[in-house]
């Protein structure tokens, strides 16, 4: 390779690079949703006894579901299908000061922190985040570092 057809080679991929970057994060967040879901509908008919397409996750998902409780407690179960959730926590800080973990235990063993957040002012805390259940059945919830009461609501997306 010579010396010109290197900077042409270095030059082409610069610009891509570049192009590639301007996408806005709620695009690419759009795109890897989109494969995620499509992923998601491939291992569902390879994993089916028959081998035919499963429901889509729209149509196969549970409607939203909520636990709430006071200080360090684990969650009755909460019924999941394989999928995307957002899961929406409420906090009601009365102290000033107060901490707020929550990890998610699925039913294979799997454990995946959701929350871990330090509040320091009194009043309604409210955070959200994505869980991805990769097995369905029973999940629970185990709340640790804190006193406050809260509120956990698990909805798919």
């Known amino acids: 390779m010579n010396r010109r057809s290197f900077i042409g080679g270095l030059t082409t991929f ?5 192009a590639l970057g301007m996408q806005s994060v ?7 949703e989109r494969r995620v879901n499509d992923l998601d ?4 008919a390879l994993e ?16 939203t579901q909520s636990v709430s409780g006071q200080g360090v407690a684990v969650s009755d179960p909460v019924g999941l299908q ?3 959730y957002r899961v929406n926590a409420t906090v009601d800080v009365t102290s000033g000061f107060d901490g707020f973990a929550v990890t998610m235990h699925a039913p ?3 454990t995946e922190l959701l929350f871990n957040e330090l509040i320091d002012q009194s009043g ?3 955070g959200s985040s994505i869980y991805q259940a990769t097995v369905g059945g029973d999940h629970f919830f185990q709340v640790e570092n804190t006193s406050s009461a809260w509120t956990l609501t698990i909805a798919p997306i």
Request: no cysteine; proline share 5%; aromatic share 2%.
């Open 14 to 18: 610069s610009v891509g690079a570049l």
């Open 26 to 32: 709620e695009e690419r967040v759009d795109d890897l």
């Open 41 to 44: 509908q491939r291992v569902a």
């Open 48 to 63: 089916s006894p028959s081998g035919e397409s499963q429901p889509s996750t729209d149509q196969a998902k549970e409607g």
């Open 82 to 84: 394989a999928g995307r």
């Open 108 to 110: 294979n063993g799997d």
């Open 124 to 126: 309604t805390w409210e």
